[in-house]
């Protein structure tokens, strides 16, 4: 049976695909799929009549001195998603890189305006099932590891 890594409440984390990192993330058992805090969600069309989905990731929800990113991508889906609040919601679904515990995982985010929460990015069930158990008594394990093996 393979073993399983404890992950805090919160950690920072890599998304090297979207150029992204130490980005404070809230672990959620309760959300199934993970969300990234996005702006300026919107469709575009391309030359071939392809839909392009456009979003942009807030510097300030990046942390102090990051700036705002826009990104395009024909790689996506809709799906509905039950909101924090209780609302069924149609999102944007992307799938990126995320390094855990010097670890790339393959992940689904929900894009969505996190404005209002206090991470701007939400690690759901689907990622953590099978490889984290949560321990809500710590917070940045894998950030303080990738510290220390930096040290």
């Avoid at 809230?26 to 702006?39: L, Q, W």
Wanted: some cysteine; aromatic content about 6%; proline content about 1%.
């Amino acid at each position: 049976m393979k073993q399983k890594l404890i992950i805090g409440r919160t950690d920072k984390v890599d998304l090297p695909e979207l150029n992204l990192e130490n980005v404070q993330a809230k672990i959620d058992t309760g959300a199934y799929t993970s969300a990234i805090h996005c702006s300026g969600i919107h469709i575009e069309k391309d030359d071939d009549g392809r839909d392009i989905l456009c979003y942009k990731i807030s510097g300030s929800r990046l942390g102090k001195g990051k700036k705002a990113r826009s990104f395009k991508t024909t790689e996506f889906h809709l799906k509905k998603i039950r909101s924090s609040n209780g609302q069924m919601q149609e999102r944007y679904i992307i799938k990126s890189k995320i390094i855990l515990f010097g670890k790339a995982y393959k992940a689904e985010f929900s894009l969505s305006d996190r404005s209002h929460m206090k991470n701007p990015i939400l690690l759901g069930r689907k990622l953590l099932n099978g490889k984290f158990v949560v321990d809500v008594s710590e917070e940045d394990l894998s950030y303080q590891l990738k510290l220390n093996k930096t040290a």
